[in-house]
C-alpha cells in the first residue's frame, strides 16, 4: 500500500491581481521542471495547506497550490471583520475559473494536472469544460458536481443521520428558513453588522459540518474566528446561488473531457453516495475510473485514500509527460 510523499516546502510562493479588487496567493512546490499539476481545494474557503502536496511525486512533479477568492492569504478575506463582505464581491465560479487561467498564464505551464476535491472537484471540472486543452489528466475526489441536490443534501437531507446536531444547526432560524434555503438564510445571518451574530452564526454552521463528518475529530482550523467566519460566508454564498451552474451543467458539458484521462476517489461512506454522485460521474466521464475506498468518507483521511490518491499521481507523471508539447 502507498503512503503519501514526505513534508516538502515551497520553492516559491506569490501574489497574483486577479483584477476586481482581489489578489490571489500562490506556492510552487517539488521539481521546478517536472509535470506541473494543480492542486484546487475545497470548501469553498478551505484554502491551500501542506498535506496535499504530499499525494504527489516532489521528484516528477512542480506541485502548484492557491488560496480561492477570499480565504487563505488572499485578499480580500472573507473573514476580515471590517470588510470581509468585500471577499464576496466579484467571487463566483465563473470569477474562479479565470483565476486558474490567469495563474497557469503567469506560471507559464502549457497543461497540467488537475487535482481536486469536494468543491475543488466541481471548480475543476469547470475548468477542465472550459479548457480542456490545458488539461492533461485529473484526479478527483469527494465527488461532487455542485447540483442542488447534493447541497440540499447537507443543509437538509441528512438530518435524519444527525438529528439532534440539526436541531441545533437550524435552532436560529425561524420555520419558513427551515423549510426553504437554509445557505440562503445562514448567508443573511453571516453578512450581519453585529460581529457576535455573525460569529454565533458561523460556530454553528461549522458545528453542523463537523457533525456530518462523525469519523474525524473536529476540525482545528474552525477554532479561528476569522477562518470560520470566512468558510461559513464562502460555502453559503456558493451554495444560495447553486455554484452558479445551471443543475445538470456538469454532467451535461461531460463530453468535452472525453480525451483527458480522469480517475474518480470516492469513499464507500461518503455522504454524496445517497445522491449517486460517483457513478454519475463515471457514466458521464467516458476515460474516467472510479476507485472506491473501504472505511473512507468524505475527504483525504484514512491509508486507502492516500494508497488510491498516491497511485493515480504516480501514474500521470509518466502520462502527463509522455503527452507534453
Not at 502507498?2 to 476586481?20: F, M, N, Q
Not at 476569522?226 to 447553486?242: E, T
Not at 461518503?270 to 463515471?282: A, E, K, Y
Request: charge should be negative; charged fraction near 25%.
Amino acid at each position: 500500500m502507498r503512503e503519501r510523499y514526505s513534508p516538502i516546502e515551497p520553492y516559491a510562493t506569490g501574489r497574483l491581481d486577479v483584477g476586481d479588487g482581489h489578489t490571489i496567493a500562490w506556492e510552487v512546490n517539488g521539481a521546478p521542471d517536472g509535470v506541473p499539476a494543480l492542486v484546487v481545494h475545497g470548501g469553498p474557503g478551505r484554502g491551500m495547506g501542506p498535506s496535499t502536496r504530499r499525494y504527489f511525486d516532489p521528484a516528477a512533479y512542480r506541485i502548484v497550490q492557491f488560496d480561492q477568492r477570499g480565504c487563505g492569504a488572499s485578499t480580500p478575506h472573507a473573514g476580515d471583520p471590517s470588510d470581509g463582505l468585500q471577499a464576496l464581491t466579484a467571487n463566483t465560479t465563473d470569477h474562479l475559473v479565470a483565476d486558474i487561467e490567469r495563474l497557469r498564464e503567469h506560471l507559464k505551464v502549457d497543461r497540467w494536472v488537475l487535482f481536486g476535491g469536494s468543491w475543488g472537484c466541481v471548480l475543476s471540472l469547470v475548468y477542465a469544460q472550459r479548457h480542456p486543452d490545458r488539461v492533461a489528466s485529473m484526479v478527483l475526489l469527494a465527488l461532487a458536481t455542485g447540483r442542488r441536490v447534493e447541497t440540499d443534501l447537507l443543509t437538509r437531507g441528512m438530518r435524519g443521520y444527525f438529528p439532534d446536531a440539526w436541531a441545533r444547526f437550524t435552532a436560529d432560524l425561524t420555520p419558513e428558513e427551515r423549510d426553504g434555503d437554509i445557505a440562503a438564510a445562514y448567508a443573511r445571518r453571516l453578512a450581519d453588522t453585529d460581529p457576535a451574530v455573525a460569529d454565533r452564526t458561523a460556530r454553528a454552521w461549522c458545528a453542523w459540518e463537523d457533525a456530518m463528518l462523525p469519523m474525524f475529530p473536529p476540525s482545528d482550523e474552525f477554532q479561528d474566528p476569522a477562518y470560520r467566519l470566512a468558510y461559513a460566508r464562502l460555502v453559503s454564498h456558493n451554495w444560495r446561488h447553486g455554484a452558479w451552474l445551471e443543475e445538470d451543467q456538469i454532467v451535461r458539458d461531460a463530453y468535452r473531457l472525453d480525451d483527458i484521462p480522469i480517475v474518480l476517489v470516492q469513499g464507500i461512506l461518503d455522504s454524496g453516495n445517497l445522491v449517486g454522485t460517483p457513478w454519475l460521474l463515471q457514466r458521464a466521464l467516458s476515460a474516467s475510473e472510479l476507485v472506491l475506498v473501504d472505511d473512507a468518507g468524505h475527504g483525504f483521511s484514512g491509508a486507502g485514500m492516500a494508497d488510491a490518491l498516491v497511485t493515480a499521481t504516480d501514474r500521470f507523471r509518466s502520462l502527463a509527460s509522455a503527452h507534453a508539447p
